[in-house]
């Protein structure tokens, strides 16, 4: 079956921009969760949604922001774009947790963002 | 969130066995150790994970100590494409899916 895909992969916006990242889930995950990957912090949890609701939250300013849609597509928005912005974001979905505890997670290829 | 500990960076070389280790001295009695692996380019693929008895998949084994507190993920025979970062997390069962990632084991393979 299809990965988790997203979209776009490469991108570059100027400090102040906006941009907004996609993530199709593998089909029948509902939970999607975003993760921000920079040499210096390495991997950092930003959002966790679960049939549309927002159900965890990292510890990011406001301009990180996400939503989750009816067929569990995810979008994350950062708006006012820093520097220190410049980062891989990867997403992540998982189903129901299996007769072993596992939950496990399936992660994207990412979507590199360069800030300029 | 309960902590690991893992080696900065290993070498190994092909056809060889690896033992990645991981201390969690904190971990609870509820924590499940999960590994994930990070290839160049690539998201963090799962590897494997385990509660309290030692367990095989088709790519690893997963040795856990028997007071938890520390655990061994083994590749049996590493190949070039094991070349990655290994992480070592601690999920709660039915855990969301925050993981809290260390820096993870970076783990070179020798041709």
Same mark, same amino acid.
């Given at each position: 079956?299809?990965?988790?895909?997203?979209?776009?992969?490469?991108?570059?916006?100027?400090?102040?921009?906006?941009?907004?990242?996609?993530?199709?889930?593998?089909?029948?995950?509902?939970?999607?969760?975003?993760?921000?990957?920079?040499?210096?912090?390495?991997?950092?949890?930003?959002?966790?949604?679960?049939?549309?609701?927002?159900?965890?939250?990292?510890?990011?300013?406001?301009?990180?922001?996400?939503?989750?849609?009816?067929?569990?597509?995810?979008?994350?928005?950062?708006?006012?774009?820093?520097?220190?912005?410049?980062?891989?974001?990867?997403?992540?979905?998982?189903?129901?947790?299996?007769?072993?505890?596992?939950?496990?997670?399936?992660?994207?290829?990412?979507?590199?963002?360069?800030?300029? | 969130?309960?902590?690991?500990?893992?080696?900065?960076?290993?070498?190994?070389?092909?056809?060889?066995?690896?033992?990645?280790?991981?201390?969690?001295?904190?971990? &609870?009695? @509820?924590?499940?150790? $999960?590994?994930?692996?990070?290839?160049?380019?690539?998201?963090?693929?799962?590897?494997?994970? #385990? /509660?309290?008895?030692?367990?095989?998949?088709?790519?690893?084994?997963?040795?856990?100590?028997?007071?938890?507190? &520390?655990? @061994?993920?083994?590749? $049996?025979?590493?190949?070039?494409?094991?070349?990655?970062?290994?992480?070592?997390?601690?999920? #709660? /069962?039915?855990?969301?899916?925050?993981?809290?990632?260390?820096?993870?084991?970076?783990?070179?393979?020798?041709?």
């Amino acid at each position: 079956k299809a990965g988790v895909t997203q979209t776009p992969r490469y991108l570059i916006k100027t400090r102040g921009q906006q941009v907004t990242l996609s993530c199709s889930p593998i089909s029948g995950h509902r939970s999607v969760s975003w993760y921000q990957q920079t040499p210096g912090q390495g991997l950092q949890f930003l959002f966790e949604y679960f049939s549309e609701t927002q159900r965890n939250k990292g510890n990011f300013p406001g301009r990180f922001s996400g939503r989750q849609f009816s067929n569990s597509r995810s979008e994350m928005n950062v708006s006012t774009l820093e520097l220190g912005d410049s980062a891989l974001y990867l997403c992540a979905s998982s189903g129901r947790t299996d007769s072993t505890g596992a939950n496990v997670l399936t992660f994207g290829a990412g979507s590199r963002l360069t800030v300029l | 969130d309960a902590k690991t500990t893992q080696p900065n960076s290993m070498e190994s070389n092909e056809e060889e066995p690896v033992h990645l280790p991981c201390n969690h001295s904190t971990i &609870s009695g @509820t924590d499940y150790i $999960h590994w994930y692996r990070q290839l160049p380019s690539q998201g963090p693929e799962y590897v494997i994970h #385990g /509660l309290t008895s030692n367990v095989n998949n088709r790519m690893a084994s997963l040795a856990i100590a028997e007071d938890r507190k &520390s655990s @061994t993920l083994i590749l $049996h025979r590493a190949t070039l494409r094991d070349a990655a970062v290994y992480y070592c997390i601690l999920r #709660g /069962l039915q855990g969301a899916q925050k993981l809290v990632f260390g820096q993870g084991t970076r783990l070179t393979i020798n041709p």
